[in-house]
């Protein structure tokens, strides 16, 4: 076991399951096409990271081979919201021995394998990561601590859940590390590169 664990929160891909705010714009057709590329993406920039793997469903149990087997653990969300579900499995990583655990979307097309290794690479010095997304959410966020008020009581897919999150961290004082600002994929405009899967 390694000592160090990548959490990657997503959902089945299903036809009208996810990407709401995308499918009101482009069909619910080409919003599914988009998130099997994101969940795509995000199994290959990180079967290869040298630590543990934990897919977490929202819903059910994978229906699909997106995700190695061999390679990720799989397990379903528990709790009532965003920030309940992150908060226990931040604690039962950390009840089963993880010293540095990162957790992480599928939403987020511009994300590298690099990226995630400098999350981990940051926590070697640094109580907490994030990576800010340009909505003012995060895209990632990373601990090696036990403080969870990060996750406690905020108002969740809004601008200031980053600003938030680290007012918590800075009055604990606590120690953070940031990673580039990077898109998550939510609106049509921002596709980007993603607009090639689409008709």
């Given at each position: 076991m390694s000592k160090k664990l990548l959490i990657i929160f997503t959902k089945?891909?299903?036809?009208g399951n996810?990407?709401?705010?995308?499918?009101?714009?482009?069909?619910e057709e080409n919003a599914f096409t988009i998130f099997k590329e994101l969940i795509k993406h995000t199994a290959k920039i990180t079967k290869?990271?040298?630590c543990d793997k934990w897919v977490c469903y929202a819903d059910n149990t994978e229906e699909n081979s997106f995700f190695d087997h061999s390679i990720y653990k799989k397990l379903i969300q528990?709790?009532?919201?965003?920030?309940e579900r992150m908060r226990n499995v931040f604690v039962s990583a950390t009840d089963q021995g993880y010293e540095q655990i990162i957790l992480i979307g599928s939403d987020c097309y511009e994300l590298s394998q690099s990226e995630i290794e400098k999350g981990f690479r940051i926590l070697n010095h640094s109580d907490f990561v994030f990576g800010p997304a340009k909505d003012g959410g995060y895209y990632l966020i990373g601990t090696r601590t036990t403080f969870t008020k990060v996750f406690d009581n905020k108002t969740w897919s809004t601008s200031t859940v980053l600003y938030e999150a680290l007012r918590d961290v800075e009055g604990a004082d606590l120690s953070h590390g940031e990673l580039a600002t990077l898109s998550d994929v939510d609106y049509e405009s921002d596709l980007g590169e993603l607009r090639k899967f689409i008709d």
């Open positions: 089945i891909p299903k036809l996810g990407k709401s705010r995308l499918a009101h714009t482009i069909g290869d990271i040298d528990s709790g009532t919201d965003l920030g």
